[in-house]
Each structure stands twice: as C-alpha cells, then as structure tokens.
C-alpha cells in the first residue's frame, strides 16, 4: 500500500547548526529506508483561496510517499525518523482512490 507522510516543523522546531551535518547523515538513512516514490520538502509556495493568494507561512516541511505493509507498518517506519527528536511530527494517511474519498465523505453526510 502506498502512504503519504506529511512532516511540520512545529512551535518553531529547529535543528541547532552544530547537529545540522548529523541529522542530514540520519535523515538521508531514514530516506533510504523508506525508499520513497515521491520525498518533497516544502520550502515557500502559495496558500490559494477563492479570496485570494497569500505566501505560504504554515509548519509543513514535506512530504513523502512511500509503500508499507499497513498502516501500522506505515507509522512503525515513520516513528524512526530523526527529525521527532528536534520537535517535529509526522502525519500519516494512506492512499485511496478518489472515488472512495468520495464515497465515504458522502456517506459522513448521510
């Protein structure tokens, strides 16, 4: 199954200069084990609305699709990401087809 993992840096979550190298070591081991089909930082972009268009400020810092098992196995792997320790948090959702997301937001409705 494949998963998508949304990474924000929250409340400000910084990684200090002097274990910059480091955690860039551990990130690209989390990464390979992972063996992502998509890894995308988020750095600027845009927040669109129907009012408008504004600079995008939010805490996300980016996302990764990648397959596991299930969604434990999913949350298992994101668990070991080095950047928990600095203060950031991981979102993990799998993938459904659209006509599923869909259905079940029709279905909520009912």
Do not use: C
Not at 43 to 59: C, K, L
Not at 100 to 109: I, P
């Amino acid at each position: 199954m494949k998963f998508i993992l949304i990474s924000r840096h929250t409340n400000g979550a910084e990684i200090r200069a002097t274990e910059r190298d480091q955690n860039l070591e551990e990130m690209g081991q989390w990464i390979d084990l992972l063996k992502p089909t998509v890894a995308m930082p988020i750095r600027g972009g845009a927040v669109v609305t129907e009012e408008g268009v504004a600079h995008y400020r939010g805490d996300s810092g980016g996302a990764i699709v990648y397959e596991a098992d299930s969604l434990d196995h999913a949350v298992a792997l994101a668990r070991k990401s080095p950047g928990l320790k600095h203060g950031f948090t991981h979102e993990v959702f799998p993938e459904i087809s659209l006509s599923q997301a869909a259905h079940e937001k029709g279905s909520r409705q009912a």
